[in-house]
């Protein structure tokens, strides 16, 4: 398996533009997660989805944060407008059922 | 208000001695703990867990630690590897939240040769 797929791997934006993250996850797996990584507050969960369903989006920031899940295979982070402050390392992950949590490799955003 | 805690940004041990990476946490609701390792430009990868119910558990050269009372966890890597440098995070969830992770800020261990 391939694992899970994030694109872009790295997005140079400037503030006030959209951003949108892409991730596939692993075939089979019916939770995925959206993470972002900052130095101030380490990694935090923003989102997560059960059968394509949005469970807890307790972690989305604001509401300049929107996440999708149109089918088991596909899941879009985006932020609208982008801020200089959401610069981060954002990690989808992926799992099957209350098993372990697989992670992509992360997209590196930075906002100018 | 960080519910996990490693105190440490970084650790550095010489090659063959023991690591120990430290974790504190302050929900008491927590039942579940997990070790993830990463690699520079990887997400993160699953390495051992721990389940309240106990107090240790060992996989290779990676054992974890659980202090209930003092709600505090630990991981030793013996020996230590050069392929072990990485940034290790700690994680804990409960049984009622079972996906939902919460991270500590991570700590990067250095092994060197």
């Known amino acids: 398996d391939a694992g899970v797929i994030q694109s872009p791997r790295h997005e140079v934006t400037e503030m006030g533009q959209e951003v949108t993250l892409r991730c596939k996850p692993i075939s089979g797996h019916d939770y995925l997660f959206w993470y972002r990584q900052t130095m101030m507050r380490g990694l935090e969960l923003l989102i997560y989805?059960?059968?394509?369903?949005?469970?807890?989006d307790s972690g989305m920031p604001e509401d300049r944060f929107s996440a999708k899940m149109p089918n088991a295979s596909f899941s879009t982070l985006k932020i609208q407008p982008s801020e200089p402050r959401d610069s981060a390392v954002y990690f989808c992950?992926?799992?099957?059922?209350?098993?372990?949590?697989?992670f992509g490799p992360g997209t590196r955003l930075l906002v100018l | 208000d960080q519910q996990v805690k490693q105190n440490s940004p970084s650790l550095s041990v010489q090659e063959g001695r023991i690591s120990i990476l430290n974790c504190d946490y302050t929900?008491?609701?927590?039942?579940?703990f997990l070790w993830y390792k990463k690699y520079p430009a990887e997400g993160p990868t699953f390495l051992i867990s721990i389940s309240s119910i106990k107090d240790k558990n060992e996989d290779g050269r990676f054992t974890v630690f659980l202090n209930k009372s003092a709600k505090h966890l630990s991981l030793h890597i013996v020996p230590s590897q050069p392929g072990d440098s990485a940034v290790y995070f700690c994680?804990?969830?409960?049984?009622?939240?079972?996906?939902?992770?919460?991270f500590g800020q991570g700590t990067r261990l250095t092994i060197n040769p």
């Open positions: 929900n008491s609701m927590f039942d579940y």
């Open positions: 989805f059960n059968n394509n369903v949005p469970i807890d």
């Open positions: 992950a992926s799992a099957q059922k209350q098993e372990t949590q697989y």
């Open positions: 994680a804990a969830n409960t049984i009622q939240g079972a996906q939902k992770l919460v």
